[in-house]
């Protein structure tokens, strides 16, 4: 099994400064990796599809990088909404999800 | 629009099994695979399998074979998810969500294991 360690567990920001997260695989996914945002009481929503590709729907300041074992995922200037946990799905051997990482309100 | 749309909150007893249905709309249903996600209380998110909407075949995660089953009906675009032997750990919100890339989530199914 593919296991996806996600880092730093929480980050505390202010909204207006960068967000950078991480992803990293136990072996190479390749670039069949996405990335989620979950709000409380909500179902996640996908943000970024095979690394770098962002959803439908997705504000341009969301963008995705890596590819092998190492992935960020970006916030270039956070929003009161982007307040939220986030975590990291690969696809390469079936399905296994990062354990996520809360974005804070500093 | 799509739309997935999940049955009610179930209580059930350990020992027992729990259904779930996903009603499917807004998209050719045989079209994608319907994969099954669950959340324990404060936990993170744990796949558990799939299922082919057209073909019907599945796959499941090692931690569920032999107590999970999932099926889909065409005729009334629906996925279930059937899962047995219930006990306290299984108390958790199971999510739908389409395709390869989970791009539509239904918006979950609390189920409370409690004796």
């Known amino acids: 099994e593919i296991v996806l360690t996600q880092s730093p567990a929480t980050v505390s920001l202010s909204p207006g400064e960068r967000a950078t997260l991480s992803c990293r695989a136990s072996?190479?996914?390749?670039?069949?990796l996405a990335w989620y945002q979950q709000k409380p009481g909500q179902a996640p929503r996908l943000l970024i599809y095979?690394?770098?590709n962002r959803a439908t729907g997705i504000p341009a300041r969301f963008s995705g990088s890596g590819s092998g074992t190492d992935f960020t995922l970006t916030i270039s200037s956070l929003e009161p909404e982007d307040f939220a946990v986030y975590y990291c799905?690969?696809?390469?051997?079936?399905?296994?999800f990062g354990q996520g990482t809360k974005l804070e309100i500093k | 629009q799509v739309q997935l749309v999940q049955s009610g909150a179930e209580v059930k007893k350990p020992g027992a099994s729990v259904k779930v249905s996903c009603k499917a709309s807004g998209y050719t249903f045989t079209g994608y695979y319907i994969h099954w996600v669950r959340q324990a209380p404060g936990q993170g998110l744990e796949w558990m399998g799939r299922?082919?909407?057209?073909?019907?075949?599945?796959n499941y995660a090692q931690k569920f074979q032999g107590r999970v089953t999932m099926t889909r009906d065409t005729s009334v675009t629906t996925a279930y998810m059937e899962l047995s032997r219930l006990t306290a750990d299984d108390t958790a919100v199971y999510y739908c969500a389409r395709d390869v890339h989970f791009d539509w989530w239904g918006r979950g199914t609390l189920v409370t294991v409690s004796s």
């Open positions: 072996q190479t996914v390749s670039t069949f």
């Open positions: 799905l690969q696809r390469s051997n079936w399905y296994t």
């Open positions: 095979d690394a770098s």
């Open positions: 299922i082919n909407s057209n073909s019907g075949g599945t």
